[in-house]
């Protein structure tokens, strides 16, 4: 949730946020700081929808399997996206890995149910 913050933080907290982690200097342009507020909207919109699905595991219990991979998919595709646009391997692993962990995570804890529940 606390992606909402970052969608909402001065522009020169971005700035300094990224020169701090020894980014190149962050564009001062309309574009970048679309992009950069969007994505964080976008990371709290899924993190609360998945905060959702987890208060309520009785009844949406069938989207956690196909949620699960979708979220593996998705850190496939930050690593991809991340090394075509030179992030640091520490970013790519970072990011992409501790999203596929989470993915990966959800995929064995619902099958675990599934062998409990069966048993």
């Known amino acids: 949730m606390l992606a909402f913050a970052a969608a909402v933080m001065p522009q020169a907290w971005i700035v300094s946020i990224g020169e701090r982690l020894g980014f ?60 075509q646009a030179g992030m640091p391997i520490w970013w790519i692993a970072y990011e992409s890995v501790s999203t596929i962990l989470g993915g990966v995570m959800l995929l064995l804890l619902d099958r675990f149910t599934d062998q409990v529940a069966a048993d």
Request: glycine share 6%.
């Open 24 to 83: 190149a200097p962050f564009p001062d342009a309309p574009l970048t700081h679309y992009l950069a507020r969007n994505l964080s909207l976008m990371y709290g919109f899924v993190g609360g929808l998945i905060w959702w699905i987890a208060s309520d595991l009785a009844r949406y219990r069938s989207l956690v399997s196909p949620l699960a991979v979708a979220v593996v998919l998705f850190g496939l595709s930050q690593a991809v996206v991340d090394t």
